[in-house]
């Protein structure tokens, strides 16, 4: 009975402090907001610990919200310390693990904020006391785990006390807004994994504090303030002179610490931190006991900070009182005057008005060859160099150039009039450069850009020619380089002899450097389709099982939402994208545009609209049509800007109460929309691009309706695929059904695709090479479109005509099965020349896989465990210029961009 009593008390006591001591905080994406400046990354509450160490990550900025030490003497807003132990009810233990006082083993740390200079997160490395090993059983200071009781029920309690038995104490010293606060936050953490012995644990003696008991320690500020800057909170800080860890603003306070605008110990530090700023190891105890000029919280008193928690912020600049004038940065102290050490270092640093200019031209070529050999002069000075006598002859060999008198010549710079005709006008010239002379002979290093081996004195302006002339000899101008200029040339004099304005050719100049907008940038890359055809014509190959493949720099902006659909042009290097956020972006593919790869031509929003689809119409790719979740759709034309918005099909308004799942041709000519599910089967409606009218509608006797359809090559016809497997074929040209066959194995099909180099493919069901069919369960098959075709005769053994019937194959074979992927195929794309396919689900992150054609093999180095994926919703292929550039949409909004090589 008595041991069930203090077992209950015990257990009460747990509770107690358990509740009291851990509940001032909020969890957001995985951090922890704590009632102070300080946000913990790991670990998370009641997380299993153990091994050789106890690893704490700390942001000390608040998410950014704070800059980072030193900071200004005015400072509103700033830490001055944080403390950090490791105590337990349950064992009566309290470990010290950071107390700003460094010692001489790895038990301790010293401060943290002191540590990772320049970095917003400090990591602590803590070295577990040897009376923590073991494995959780008795016997040790970890707590008792899972052992028995005489109460049933009381077990039950103290075994869920002992898995949060140990708790992390967090203690913070700041000023928010000109107030100080004293705050402890305590982070439950479960000790139960195991804990190997090691001669280099330190003992728990030395690190182990006196214990309050939970109802003697005083939170009134921790409960005040509560969880601070986490979301939702309205915390600002005050901004004032703060100061920053990194930049200009850290190395202005640290040379004010080093002019004497604070204490003397001020700019000890500063010196210190100066110093060691690429190693800040951890300070020994004796190397801060032999320092005269630092007095820090002695290690009794740090260490028996927890022990007097109940303290405070008043009660401890009290006790704190008769400490060293470094004991608390929140006071204010009288600056000494500076020593000539100190006057010393400030005009090395900072230097003064007489050796200004000589430390601002220092490590000029120019002037030091100014000062020795005065190689630049005016006019008006004498061009006398002392030189005169000298033949070069015997200075170096010189073999170019006409034998003359050997006397100094000033050159004219007709020497590159004719190559600087050929380049663009200077946008800002400078006229010192003609009154400036320079020395071409006087210098070893400058008598290669003399043009004769008698000339010596040219003025500014040829210098400057010269030395562009001897650069682009050294490195000629690239080849792309030339392109574009000649482009560029040819763009200008289309424009003057059209008539254009001065203000036009301005216009056009300054594009080239810039995004071009969406009408300019169609019209003028039309200049580059034929070279780009003629580099791209010769059909690269790629090999199976290994793909070369490296990643582009992926689009800069972010959809809100996932992204729902990718689309390349067919001619542009244009990437169309959309997501349910109702927002649509067209950006160029450019991965070394400057100053941002991948620019944005244009974006629309349209509003109340949650954008599925996107689509460039026909092989030119001159108009765009989107459509959500809604009963009409929008057309919009790039070359005259007009959008039109098409609210209803006449005559199957009731069948067609979305427009979101929409298949343009690839002919350009007919766009395809599932209508309404209807019972025993499905149907799409056609309709003329042009008049936007109804025209035709494909009907399937599939049961479950209708779950992706694709066009066939040609865009005479359509592959439809049922939710229950079954696949027709339907054409355009008899307006009817003209085979039926069953995806093998299927036991419901999801998405379908049709791809392969154009022509390899039975021409009674468009030419296509290829058709893709996922399902439900992860499988994906590919079939070769040759097979499904059976040769039909006519009566008396001739064989009929391509034109006259085709007959399809009820249950195929498929070339090969894939089932790399577990979870429904959602996404199947072809690459444009027909040699990749991808696939992928997004029910599971990193579900992408990448097929050779026509070998059916999937590629086993990509992608990898690193390859940053996602939840694929979209792939696009597009082949430009003789390569492949995939495109990858994932639920976060992101896109990233793939270049494969051959």
């Known amino acids: 009975m008595t041991q069930s009593l203090s077992l209950a008390v015990f257990a009460a006591a747990a509770l107690f402090a358990t509740k009291g001591l851990a509940s001032n905080f909020t969890i957001s994406n995985g951090q922890i907001f704590t009632p102070g400046f300080v946000v913990v990354d790991s670990p998370q509450p009641d997380t299993p610990l153990g091994g050789d160490n106890i690893e704490i990550a700390l942001d000390v900025s608040a998410n950014g919200k704070l800059p980072l030490p030193p900071y200004g003497d005015d400072a509103s807003s700033q830490i001055y310390n944080i ?14 693990i950071t107390n700003g006082t460094a010692s001489v083993n790895n038990a301790t740390l010293g401060d943290i904020m002191l540590s990772e200079p320049g970095s917003t997160v400090k990591h602590v490395r803590w070295t577990w006391p040897d009376c923590m090993v073991g494995d959780g059983t008795n016997g040790n200071d970890r707590g008792s785990y899972n052992v028995g009781f005489p109460n049933s029920e009381l077990k039950t309690v103290l075994i869920a006390i002992s898995l949060t038995t140990h708790k992390i104490s967090i203690h913070q010293r700041f000023r928010l807004n000109g107030e100080n606060h004293y705050t402890m936050f305590d982070l439950p953490i479960s000790v139960t994994n195991s804990i190997s012995k090691s001669d280099d644990r330190p003992s728990c003696q030395s690190l182990d504090n006196p214990l309050l008991a939970p109802e003697n320690i005083d939170r009134t500020d921790t409960n005040e303030l509560g969880a601070l800057f986490a979301p939702g909170d ?54 801060v006991a032999d320092d005269n000029e630092f007095v820090g919280f002695d290690e009794e008193s740090d260490e028996e900070m927890h022990d007097n928690d109940d303290m405070s912020v008043d009660d401890e600049e009290e006790d704190d009182s008769d400490m060293d004038s470094i004991g608390d940065p929140r006071k204010t102290y009288d600056i000494d005057e500076k020593d000539s050490d100190e006057e010393d270092l400030e005009r090395f640093v900072l230097g003064n008005n007489d050796t200004f200019r000589a430390q601002l031209f220092r490590d000029d070529f120019l002037a030091d060859i100014t000062d020795s050999k005065a190689l630049i002069r005016t006019d008006k000075q004498d061009d006398t160099t002392g030189l005169e006598h000298v033949d070069d002859n015997a200075l170096f060999a010189f073999d170019t150039g006409v034998p003359g008198d050997k006397k100094q010549t000033e050159a004219t710079p007709s020497a590159l009039e004719a ?67 000649a482009a560029t040339q040819r763009r200008r004099r289309r424009s003057s002899a059209a008539g254009s304005s001065s203000e036009e050719d301005s216009d056009a100049e300054d594009d080239v450097e810039s995004a071009l907008p969406l009408e300019t940038f169609l019209r003028d890359v039309n200049s580059f389709n034929a070279s780009a055809d003629a580099r791209g014509s010769k059909r690269r190959k790629l090999r199976p099982e290994t793909i070369d493949i490296q990643r582009s720099r992926d689009i800069p902006d972010i959809h809100k939402q996932s992204v729902s659909s990718l689309s390349f042009h067919p001619k542009h290097p244009i990437l169309l994208s959309c997501s349910v956020s109702s927002i649509m972006y067209l950006h160029q593919v450019d991965p070394t545009a400057h100053p941002v790869p991948n620019p944005a031509l244009t974006s629309v929003q349209v509003k109340r609209t949650d954008l599925r689809r996107s689509e460039f119409l026909g092989p030119d790719g001159d108009d765009i049509i989107f459509a959500g979740r809604r009963r009409y759709f929008h057309s919009w034309n790039l070359s005259s800007g007009a959008v039109k918005k ?38 799409i409606n056609i309709v003329n691009v042009r008049t936007m009218q109804w025209i035709a509608q494909a009907r399937t006797n599939g049961r479950g309706g209708i779950s992706d359809f694709a066009w066939w090559g040609n865009g005479n016809g359509l592959s439809i695929l049922g939710k229950n497997g079954q696949v027709t074929e339907w054409s355009m040209l008899s307006r009817r059904t003209v085979g039926v066959w069953r995806d093998e194995g299927s036991i419901g099909g999801t998405v379908i695709a049709l791809g392969g180099q154009k022509g390899t493919g039975p021409s009674q069901i468009g030419g296509d090479r290829w058709v893709a069919v996922g399902s439900n369960s992860g499988i994906l098959n590919i079939y070769d479109r040759n097979d499904l075709v059976e040769p039909v005769k006519k009566e008396g053994g001739a064989l009929a005509s391509k034109e006259e019937t085709v007959q399809i194959k009820s249950i195929p074979t498929p070339q090969r099965t894939f089932e790399q992927l577990t979870t429904p195929i959602s996404v199947v794309t072809f690459a444009p020349d027909g040699q990749l396919l991808a696939f992928g689900s997004f029910h599971k992150k990193d579900a992408l896989r990448l097929v050779h054609l026509p070998s059916c093999t999937v590629y086993r180095n990509w992608p990898t465990e690193q390859t940053p994926l996602g939840r694929i919703t979209a792939v696009a292929f597009s082949h430009q210029n003789g390569g492949d550039v995939l495109a990858v949409g994932n639920d976060v909004g992101k896109i990233r961009m793939w270049e494969i090589r051959s």
């Open 83 to 96: 403390n950090i132990f490791l105590y337990s009810y349950v064992t009566g233990r309290n470990f010290t």
């Open 234 to 287: 309205s915390t600002v800080i005050e901004t004032s002179d703060v100061g920053s860890g990194s930049g200009l603003a850290s190395c202005k306070h640290a040379l004010d610490l080093l002019t004497g605008s604070h204490s003397k110990i001020s700019r000890y530090w500063a010196l210190r931190n100066l110093s060691n700023q690429n190693k800040m190891a951890p300070q020994t105890k004796d190397e």
């Open 419 to 485: 190559y600087e005709q050929k380049e663009d006008p200077p946008a800002w010239e400078d006229s010192d450069d003609e009154r400036l002379t320079v020395s071409l002979a006087a210098a070893s290093r400058l008598r290669k850009l003399r043009q004769s081996e008698e000339e010596d004195v040219v003025n500014g302006t040829e210098y400057a020619r010269r030395l562009r002339s001897q650069y682009l000899r050294l490195y000629p101008l690239p080849e792309w380089a030339k392109e574009s200029s």
């Open 646 to 683: 098409i609210t209803q099909i006449q005559g199957h308004q009731r069948e067609q109460r979305t427009m979101e799942h929409f298949r343009p041709s690839p002919c350009g000519r007919y766009l395809g929309l599932i209508a309404s599910e209807k019972k025993g089967g499905g149907m």
